[in-house]
């Protein structure tokens, strides 16, 4: 009897302890850490154990102090002055645009790694498929000739869609290449090399076509940059400890690509990774400028779906800025706006930088929204090109960015803001009481 009864206890305990344990997602425990995990250790000893976010040491770096001290004197710039550097934290208000290309090759494992110790608290994979339909972190499915070292690969640069052809410059006739993820297969891919994105037009020799950095850039970390598959990018967030949004890069070849994958296989395939990793939807925002893709994901899986990113480039027009076409976004299951960040802003008769009727629409709506991308535009002090175009008589130095990020939180209600250099972000959300918004 008394065996019996100890039995029965140890049956209880054990049944209590399984309902009280950590979710278990797709089968796999909140803590499950994926094959192959030792190979980061070696070459990232100090990322061991850094599941927890909360262990995760910020490091700034001189640059958001720079940008400070570079703005123009208001209450701004002195809440930033005053802020406390020893107080930062990893945020989910700083999310890292491929990693930290300001200064590192983008989709590398260096650049994300800078990411997540500048205090990015998202990380951003952007997905392509090899010719073996193995998916890849690349901005661009065409974009390998000007961010690896594929040109200068005979063997590789031979399977190009367009292989290196030098420069005429007695003509003046430019450098051409072109080289898709889809022209070589997953172990390829993993031989290359990852550069600072640039070209040299008037490249008469492969290894000349590498150069061409932007001299706002630097070619300091370039010395090494190592590539990752969709997978090991996911491996690699989990031991940063920081949340994942992949971008499903809009295909330039023709789809069903070989004629039996469709977009629907890719889109599919890229969220069964994170099922097949264990990673709790709550943690993953997938994006992508399709809006099919963004539906695809709401009604096929709506746990991740929930959370998708509709990222919108398009020109501005009455219509897709209007609050009936955001109303029939919200009305489709999307949650999430990702728009360029000039579609949010405008000037007001004061010249002071505001919401944009696109941004308060959206709003109106119920549509959280996403901005991208800060730090991307070089030195601000002549309008900040593109990415600033609705807001240029208003931007003069490179402190502005903060006055951009600012409105961008406060005004609009941002629950993220994009980041080439993720250590500004990072800053102004510790500082401005940020730090634990949105996600």
């Not at 803590?31 to 850094?50: A, E, F, S, V």
């Not at 109106?364 to 996403?370: E, H, K, N, Y």
Request: hydrophobic share 35%.
């Amino acid at each position: 009897m008394k065996l019996r009864t100890l039995l029965i206890m140890a049956l209880l305990m054990s049944l209590f302890s399984a309902a009280h344990a950590a979710p278990d997602w797709h089968g796999k425990g909140e803590h499950w850490t994926p094959p192959g995990l030792d190979k980061w250790h070696d070459k990232w000893p100090d990322l061991k154990d850094r599941h927890h976010r909360g262990k995760r040491e910020v490091h700034l770096g001189p640059r958001p102090f720079w940008l400070v001290d570079d703005m123009d004197e208001g209450r701004l710039k002195d809440r930033l002055q005053s802020c406390r550097a020893d107080k930062i934290r990893p945020t989910d208000f700083s999310i890292g645009h491929r990693g930290a290309p300001l200064q590192f090759p983008e989709h590398t494992l260096e650049s994300y790694v800078a990411a997540a110790r500048m205090g990015a608290g998202i990380l951003e994979c952007d997905v392509a498929f090899t010719k073996d339909r193995e998916l890849v972190c690349r901005h661009a499915q065409n974009d390998l000739h000007t961010t690896t070292n594929i040109v200068t690969i005979p063997e590789l640069n031979a399977k190009c869609t367009q292989p290196f052809v030098p420069a005429d410059p007695d003509s003046g006739t430019e450098a051409q290449a072109e080289c898709r993820t889809s022209d070589i297969t997953l172990e390829e891919f993993k031989s290359l090399e990852g550069k600072m994105d640039a070209f040299n037009p008037m490249a008469t020799t492969p290894e000349e076509y590498l150069e061409g950095t932007a001299d706002w850039r630097t070619e300091l970390y370039s010395s090494r940059g190592t590539l990752l598959t969709h997978k090991e990018s996911i491996e690699l967030f989990k031991r940063l400890g920081v949340k994942f949004t992949p971008e499903l890069k809009t295909p330039v070849v023709e789809m069903p690509y070989e004629g039996d994958y469709s977009q629907e296989d890719y889109a599919r395939q890229m969220i069964q990774d994170y099922v097949e990793a264990g990673v709790n939807p709550r943690d993953v925002w997938p994006q992508s400028f399709l809006l099919d893709d963004v539906l695809f994901w709401i009604n096929e899986t709506p746990r991740f779906g929930r959370q998708a990113v509709f990222l919108d480039q398009e020109p501005l027009t009455p219509e897709n800025s209007s609050l009936a076409w955001m109303e029939g976004l919200s009305a489709q299951g999307v949650n999430i706006l990702a728009p360029a960040l000039w579609k949010m802003l405008t000037l007001d008769s004061h010249q002071q930088i505001v919401p944009s009727e696109y941004a308060e629409n959206a709003r109106a709506a119920g549509l959280d929204m996403i901005a991208w991308t800060v730090e991307r535009s070089g030195p601000l002090a002549n309008g900040g090109g593109w990415y600033h175009q609705t807001i240029t008589d208003a931007i003069n130095n490179d402190g502005d960015v903060f006055n951009v990020i600012d409105v961008l939180a406060r005004d609009v209600g941002v629950i993220g803001v994009f980041s080439d250099w993720p250590a500004t972000t990072t800053f102004y959300a510790n500082c401005m009481g940020y730090a634990g918004r949105g996600h």
